[in-house]
């Protein structure tokens, strides 16, 4: 510590971002010097719809210190082994973006190249045979992967659906027993240093003033201290993104909850449901340019599998992201830096990685530039990776039963999405740009799930021998369909998570040049994909 270490961080907002950011400082910051403080006004409340969550969740989960089954059993929590997209690329088709790979690559040569190649030669199954996780979804079974390198077992990624309300309140639990300070109130004026324009304190409804060095923004979409104090700008990604309305309701479970969450794709939008411990979460997004809410209300409300256990909430939303997501002394994180709405799950990552990268630059004082500007750049290279993936969703599709999908089919779509979709249809071609969050899995899930078939695979796959091809393709094949079947059901798995076996939740140990928190390449789902193609 020196006289220019930050002493005082002011995290404003209590939603699934502020507790997170104050979980990970109560361990990242825990230097004896830094003081976090975090405001929250009950009155205003949080959104809390964010219920599904990809595979770098766990390990935020680890590094905070939480006990897994600890996790599952407070939030009310499921096991997710991807989403299963229904009615996309046309009506009455489905196909499931799973988490972990395909296969495995065979003499430097994709998986998914091998499998183009067979394809031409036979009818084949689904590609989805071959993800030890869509397999096991699909069985409805579940046991956490296992260490034995031999074992498929160890193919099965996963990630969660949790109750956010719930889990809000176990990060806060946390972060309070570690020191960070919580105060309740309304942030009614935000003051700036005449000199340079950096936030100086928050005041709040009772007249009491907090003052800080550097200022989280988590208050949510109206984004309070980057925008209405800071007047950052906001990039709007509508003319690719269409919906901008949402309306949730949970509704009672009608069997034993599914390890996956489902997307099913409506006339003028697509609803989740996401199935947890003591309800089904579901929602509706749509566009308000084709649908009205009233009638998105009552489409919701036709197609629950059980009856409804509160009002519906209607959410209103603007797809895109703040121009800057760390602004003078001010870093946003969670709504108020942006949405690119809840297709993939991907939210609560952002959160998660936009935590990592600013410990990982954690300033001083004297807020260096360079340090700013390299997280903005960060952040917004990931947030434009996201986007695209999601635009790919919209894009690719036969559906022309309704004006929305007509649009959506037709639009323009961003050149770097242009880009990677034409070399895949031309011969499978996948590269992955750095920290790039989604894996040639994901593109392949989704591209084939929605036509775009690559027309040729690529020379390097022809080099291998056709009959040990189909050899090796029906041996991993069978492998992980016995495999799964000998696994338990996710309910017993569930059950199994029983608080008696819980640890008190602790910090792992520190060591010196620990910080798998900040490792980029731990961060993704699918690890083993280098995007390479030898
Ligand atoms: C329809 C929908 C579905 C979603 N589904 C998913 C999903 O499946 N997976 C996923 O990862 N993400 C999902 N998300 C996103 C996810 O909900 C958010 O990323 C997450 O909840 C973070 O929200 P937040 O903490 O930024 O904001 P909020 O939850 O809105 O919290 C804002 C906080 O700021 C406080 N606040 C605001 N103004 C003031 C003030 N003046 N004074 C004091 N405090 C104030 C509030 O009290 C609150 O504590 C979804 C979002 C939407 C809209």
């Known amino acids: 510590m020196n006289e220019h270490s930050i002493r005082d961080v002011v995290i404003v907002g209590g939603g699934t971002a502020g507790w997170m950011t104050a979980a990970a400082f109560s361990r990242f910051l825990n230097n004896g010097y830094t003081r976090v403080t975090l405001v929250e006004s ?21 590094i905070i210190g939480l006990n897994e089954n600890q996790f599952l059993a407070e939030t009310n929590g499921t096991i997710k082994l991807g989403i299963e997209f229904v009615d996309w690329g046309g009506l009455g088709e489905r196909y499931i973006h799973p988490f972990g790979n395909y296969g495995q690559d065979l003499q430097g040569v994709h998986f998914h190249q091998l499998y183009l190649r067979e394809r031409k030669r036979r009818v084949m199954p689904d590609i989805s045979a071959w993800s030890m996780s869509a397999v096991a979804a699909a069985m409805g079974r579940f046991a956490r992967p296992s260490p034995d390198a031999r074992s498929p077992v160890r193919e099965l990624f996963y ?7 719930l889990y809000a309140q176990l990060l806060r639990r946390l972060s309070e027993s570690r020191g960070t300070k919580r105060i309740e109130g309304k942030v009614v004026d935000v003051s700036l240093r005449a000199e340079d324009g950096f936030v100086e304190a928050v005041t709040l409804a009772d007249g009491r003033r907090i ?17 209405e104090a800071l007047e950052t700008g906001y990039e709007h990604w509508n003319q690719w993104l269409p919906c901008d309305r949402a309306i949730a309701v949970p509704s009672a479970l009608t069997g034993d909850p599914d390890p996956f969450t489902r997307a099913t794709a409506h006339a003028n939008g697509w609803q989740w449901r996401i199935p947890l411990q003591h309800r089904m979460g579901n929602g509706l ?32 939303f603007v797809t895109g992201r703040r121009r800057q997501t ?19 799950s991907t939210s609560i990552h952002l959160i998660q990685t936009g935590i990592a990268r600013l410990i990982a630059l954690f300033p001083d004082k004297r807020f260096n530039p360079v340090e700013r500007d390299e997280y903005n750049r960060q952040m917004r290279e990931l947030y434009e990776d996201v986007r695209d993936f999601i635009v790919l969703h919209y894009k690719a599709t036969k559906r022309d039963d309704s004006e929305f999908w007509n649009r959506c089919r037709t639009m323009d779509v961003p050149e770097s999405l242009m880009r990677k979709v034409e070399l895949f249809q031309a011969k499978g071609r996948l590269f992955r740009d750095n920290f790039e969050l989604f894996s040639n899995t994901s593109w392949v899930a989704v591209c084939l799930g929605q036509h775009i078939v690559p027309e040729e695979h690529e020379p390097a796959a022809d080099a291998l021998d056709e009959d040990a091809i189909a050899e090796a393709l029906e ?3 069978r492998g992980y369909w016995e495999t799964a079947q000998q696994l338990p059901t996710h309910a017993e798995f569930l059950r199994r998570c029983a608080p008696a076996q819980f640890a008190a939740p602790q910090a792992p140990p520190r060591q010196a040049g620990d910080m798998p928190f900040f490792s980029f390449s731990e961060e993704s789902p699918f690890p083993r994909d280098t995007g390479s193609p030898v």
């Open 211 to 227: 003052a800080g060095d550097l200022f989280i923004d988590c208050s949510g979409f109206r984004g309070l201290l980057i925008e």
């Open 285 to 316: 997004v749509y566009s308000s340019a084709y649908q009205d809410d009233d009638s998105a209300e009552r489409e919701l409300l036709a197609s629950l599998e059980g009856a409804p256990l509160a009002d519906p909430r209607r959410l209103q």
């Open 42 to 62: 009950e009155e205003i409340g949080i959104i809390g719809v964010g219920e599904a969550t990809i595979p770098p969740i766990i390990r935020y989960n680890q």
């Open 159 to 165: 990630a969660f659906h949790f109750d956010a309300m």
């Open 326 to 344: 760390w602004n003078r002394n001010v870093v946003s994180l969670g709504l108020s830096s942006g949405f690119i709405e809840p297709l993939e």
């Open 475 to 477: 041996q991993i094949r």
